[in-house]
């Protein structure tokens, strides 16, 4: 099958409609293990790899994604993200312009690479105003080492005052925001996704498969699967496995299965129906994760089906 391209927000900057999230590199994944999740995706036509300076222990997922996408570049929409912390002093971490040069120059050598497609703010700095982050992130651009900016977990109001400072001042500005989007959790249709509509700004949700409780491997009373991120994890699966989530879990999957297909089918076929979604950022441990991951985005809903998952994920009064 030949995977769906779409245009990254307003920009014409095309991106697959699964991309690769390579948070699991340098961390649950080795060398030879993320070779062969990268080599998967680029059969199956994936063009988007995003990663971040702080996956994989502090730099790990971009070095090994470095050596493993030489002569491989020009086939790929190389995204990563900075301002998390890179030491344990906090003094490696932040928006502003000092930190950004520094965090860019890092992960341009761990990447082996001479520029970014698509540079992201990790999350909001509140020591640092967001005309001084757009002006450095601008100059990057300007120099080529940079193609286009996106942000990460920043609520609709600071991603508003982003447009609305790199407007008024002639500044380049966010084409993307990459958030928590799934059946499961849907805090962003309450006020970001209405603001990205307005700017015309393109989603890259990530953890569409709610950590692994929209994979259909989890069964409510039965052991979690082995080396499961929920299974590791104490605190994210205290978050996810709640009652509700459960019910609504076995209510998604009837659904699912009464029309043919699985629940990995419909988490993200569901994304894909959205058209302000430009890619889903999905991780793997494997090239057959991989490969269901690209095929499974594959189902066409009908707005009846939209309107009956509508009904399924609506919390009901008590």
Known sequence: ???????????????????????NFGGRLNLDQSREVV?????????????ADVYGNRGGS????????????????????????????????????????????????RLRTDHIDLYQLHRPDPHTPIEETLRA?????????VRYIGCSNLPAWQVMDAHWTA?????EGFISCQDEYSLLVRDPQRELLPAMQHLGLGLLPYFPLASGLL???????????????????????????????????????????????????LAFSWLAANPQVSSIIAGATSA???????????????????????????????
């Open 1 to 23: 099958m030949t995977i769906t391209q779409r245009n990254l927000g307003p920009s014409g900057l095309q991106v697959s409609l699964t991309g690769l999230g390579c948070n």
């Open 39 to 51: 080599h998967a995706a680029l059969d199956e036509g994936i063009t988007l790899f995003d990663t």
């Open 62 to 109: 971009e070095e090994i994604l470095g050596e493993l996408l030489e002569g491989e570049r020009e086939r790929v929409v190389l995204a990563t993200k900075f301002a998390l912390p890179m030491n344990d002093e906090g003094t490696k971490q932040g928006a502003s312009r000092r930190y950004i040069l520094q965090a860019l120059h890092a992960s341009l050598k």
């Open 137 to 145: 992130l601008g100059d990057l651009i300007r120099q080529g080492m």
């Open 167 to 171: 407007r008024s001042l002639g500044l």
């Open 215 to 265: 994979t259909g491997k989890y069964q409510r009373g039965q052991p979690l699967p082995e080396g499961a991120r929920l299974t590791t994890t104490p605190r994210l699966a205290d978050r996810v496995l709640t009652d509700e989530n459960w019910q609504t879990v076995e209510n998604l999957r009837a659904f699912a299965e009464d029309r043919g297909h699985s629940l990995l089918d």
């Open 288 to 318: 057959e994760q991989v490969r269901q991951n690209v095929r499974a985005a594959s189902w066409t809903l009908t707005p009846e089906d939209l309107t009956e998952i509508q009904r399924i994920t609506t919390p009901q009064p008590a």
